[in-house]
Nanobody, 120 residues
Framework: VQLQACGGGLAQPGGSLRLSCAAS????????MGWYRQVPGKERESVAA???????TYADFVKGRFTASIDNGNNTVYLQMNSLKPEDTAVYYC???????????????WGQGTQVTVSS
């Protein structure tokens, strides 16, 4: 299984970016997906989590500004980021909990990370 994340870049404060992350490979089932972020010197933190059933949860610091969504047919998860703040600057990682022939009860996979920079 491979995860390909894209959509990062530079945005001005108050601006928007949309991240996407697609899973490919032999996938039996996707249980849930999520987004994390990390800045140098700090631990990776959860931003949003989404289940294939449609439920989503968000960290308090992004509620009302970020929206996670899933395209089940394309095994892709999105993160729409609005009203961006300089403190949102980080490397963003996607993660999937996926069942495969090797791990039929599921294993966690991480994308390569995409840089988001919010600056004027």
């Amino acid at each position: 299984v491979q995860l390909q994340a894209c959509g990062g870049g530079l945005a001005q404060p108050g601006g928007s970016l949309r991240l996407s992350c697609a899973a490919s490979g032999t996938i039996l089932r996707i249980y849930n997906m999520g987004w994390y972020r990390q800045v140098p010197g700090k631990e990776r933190e959860s931003v949003a989590a989404a289940t294939t059933g449609g439920g989503t949860t968000y960290a308090d610091f992004v509620k009302g500004r970020f929206t996670a969504s899933i395209d089940n047919g394309n095994n892709t998860v999105y993160l729409q980021m609005n009203s961006l703040k300089p403190e949102d600057t980080a490397v963003y990682y996607c993660t999937f909990h996926i069942a495969t022939p090797t791990y039929p009860y599921g294993s966690v996979y991480w994308g390569q990370g995409t840089q988001v920079t919010v600056s004027s």
